[in-house]
């Protein structure tokens, strides 16, 4: 990773920052978590609004890795992923949200036929239940995620299993929410652990850490920078462990455009890995990832409050 870009654009950013904030009378609001694997932290959703929407995620690695190093140049993966995400305020203070998969991965090996990956993955269904709001007078807003996966994977020989096996899963975290004038901190934990489904094949349990800085130049536009980290433990397949334990911490910049008008928000963010650690041989080791989001809201009224 070069360091010296990275630090060269914290300083832009910085320097952004410091210009706006003078010109700024009215003090915009930032939004929050870009990346794929990013949920709404300690916030919750307006009673009746409904978010529809998701991510497309475009990743490049080169090569084997083991441990914490590239063992040879021998395969390239390329990922051009979708994951559909809604959101419904149920009621005040609790709202559900859906995220859905659908992969496609093509890797090329030079003494080898190419492999091809694709299909939909299992749903993950969650509740969101807030317990602070700094807006109520709390010092952060703080919410707890309960729910799991939902078997809707589509089995194939063309699918994977890791994306989804037709299994069940539960979920749980917490995530919490802090702003200080036009700046943002977003952070949520959160544990998903599965059940064994198609190919007598069992995920591995699976532990995330988000952290997201953003802050808001205007109400039109946002910039930041995200943080992702996830640890899995080795799956099983027939009962036998398969040593694929890992852990992958990415982290890069990003932007944000909001249009409320429409009620409409995108943002755009570049990750590069900080550190890399495979159990055995990992073959799609991303060497850097793209990620664009879209999220439209609608206001769908609430029979519960």
């Given at each position: 990773?070069n360091?010296?870009?990275?630090?060269?654009?914290?300083?832009?950013?910085?320097?952004?920052?410091?210009?706006?904030?003078?010109?700024?009378?009215?003090?915009?609001?930032?939004?929050?978590?870009?990346?794929?694997?990013?949920?709404?932290?300690?916030?919750?959703?307006?009673?009746?609004a409904?978010?529809?929407?998701?991510?497309?995620?475009?990743?490049?690695?080169?090569?084997?890795?083991?441990?914490?190093?590239r063992?040879?140049g021998?395969?390239?993966?390329?990922?051009?992923?979708?994951?559909?995400?809604?959101?419904?305020?149920?009621?005040?203070?609790?709202?559900?949200?859906?995220?859905?998969?659908?992969?496609?991965?093509?890797?090329?090996?030079?003494?080898?036929?190419?492999?091809?990956?694709?299909?939909?993955?299992?749903?993950?269904?969650?509740?969101?239940?807030?317990?602070?709001?700094?807006?109520?007078?709390?010092?952060?807003?703080?919410?707890?995620?309960?729910?799991?996966?939902?078997?809707?994977?589509?089995?194939?020989?063309?699918?994977?299993?890791?994306?989804?096996?037709?299994?069940?899963?539960?979920?749980?975290?917490?995530?919490?929410?802090?702003?200080?004038?036009?700046?943002?901190?977003?952070?949520?934990?959160?544990?998903?652990?599965?059940?064994?489904?198609?190919?007598?094949?069992?995920?591995?349990?699976?532990?995330?850490?988000?952290?997201?800085?953003?802050?808001?130049?205007?109400?039109?536009?946002?910039?930041?920078?995200?943080?992702?980290?996830?640890?899995?433990?080795?799956?099983?397949?027939?009962?036998?462990?398969?040593?694929?334990?890992?852990?992958?911490?990415?982290?890069?910049?990003?932007?944000?455009?909001?249009?409320?008008?429409?009620?409409?928000?995108?943002?755009?963010?570049?990750?590069?890995?900080?550190?890399?650690?495979?159990?055995?041989?990992?073959?799609?080791?991303?060497?850097?990832r793209?990620?664009?989001?879209?999220?439209?809201?609608?206001?769908?009224?609430?029979l519960?409050?």
């Amino acid at each position: 990773m070069n360091w010296f870009k990275i630090g060269l654009l914290g300083l832009l950013m910085l320097a952004l920052t410091a210009v706006t904030a003078q010109a700024e009378e009215k003090t915009p609001v930032a939004w929050g978590g870009v990346g794929s694997t990013f949920g709404p932290c300690g916030l919750g959703m307006p009673a009746g609004a409904f978010a529809v929407g998701g991510n497309v995620y475009y990743g490049k690695s080169n090569g084997v890795w083991e441990s914490s190093k590239r063992v040879n140049g021998n395969a390239k993966a390329t990922k051009l992923n979708e994951i559909f995400k809604t959101r419904y305020g149920v009621m005040k203070g609790l709202d559900i949200r859906t995220a859905t998969p659908v992969y496609n991965v093509h890797i090329e090996k030079p003494n080898d036929s190419n492999r091809e990956s694709y299909g939909i993955g299992d749903t993950a269904i969650l509740l969101h239940k807030t317990i602070l709001n700094q807006k109520a007078g709390d010092p952060l807003s703080v919410a707890l995620d309960f729910g799991g996966v939902v078997p809707t994977a589509s089995v194939s020989p063309h699918s994977s299993d890791a994306a989804g096996n037709d299994a069940w899963g539960f979920i749980g975290g917490i995530g919490a929410t802090w702003f200080n004038g036009a700046n943002r901190f977003d952070t949520e934990v959160n544990y998903a652990t599965f059940s064994e489904g198609a190919h007598d094949y069992e995920k591995g349990d699976r532990y995330r850490w988000n952290l997201g800085y953003a802050y808001a130049l205007s109400d039109r536009w946002d910039i930041g920078a995200e943080s992702s980290w996830e640890m899995n433990e080795e799956s099983r397949t027939l009962g036998l462990a398969d040593r694929n334990a890992s852990i992958e911490w990415y982290v890069g910049p990003k932007v944000v455009y909001k249009y409320a008008p429409w009620k409409l928000f995108t943002g755009l963010i570049a990750k590069a890995p900080v550190h890399r650690w495979y159990e055995g041989n990992k073959v799609g080791s991303d060497d850097f990832r793209l990620e664009l989001k879209l999220i439209k809201v609608f206001s769908l009224g609430t029979l519960f409050d």
